[in-house]
């Protein structure tokens, strides 16, 4: 079956950085694009990065644009976000997600990983 497992969370000063990885299992990882998404506490889930399948076009949420990078491994079914000069707001559950996965509408999701930035 389709798994997504998060890790690299953790608790960070601002200023600081982070990397995090999303392992993928049960499908064919390098035929789709990946998204990675944040949910602060009492706020809605937002997206936070996108990179296709092959990894040549990505995009970003305007607010981390110039300080993370999302990057993939097609040979280690891997998806790093790349997280550096962390801020406060960015303290979140940061999750990766798949779409499209035998049907347009599917969509599957990692459990998280916990980031707090925070002095």
């Known amino acids: 079956q389709v798994q997504l497992v998060e890790s690299g969370g953790g608790d960070v000063q601002p200023g600081g950085s982070l990397e995090l990885s999303c392992v993928a299992s049960?499908?064919?990882?390098?035929?789709?694009?990946m998204h990675w998404y944040r949910q602060a506490p009492g706020k809605e889930r937002e997206g936070v990065a996108f990179?296709?399948?092959?990894?040549?076009?990505?995009n970003y949420a305007d607010d981390v644009k110039d300080r993370f990078t999302i990057a993939r491994d097609n040979d280690k079914n891997t998806v790093y976000l790349r997280m550096h000069s962390l801020k406060p707001e960015d303290t979140a559950v940061y999750y990766c997600?798949?779409?499209?996965?035998?049907?347009?509408?599917?969509?599957?999701w990692g459990a998280g990983t916990q980031v707090t930035v925070s002095s």
């Open positions: 049960g499908f064919t990882f390098s035929h789709y694009g």
């Open positions: 990179i296709s399948s092959r990894g040549r076009t990505w």
């Open positions: 997600c798949v779409r499209g996965l035998g049907s347009v509408s599917s969509e599957y």
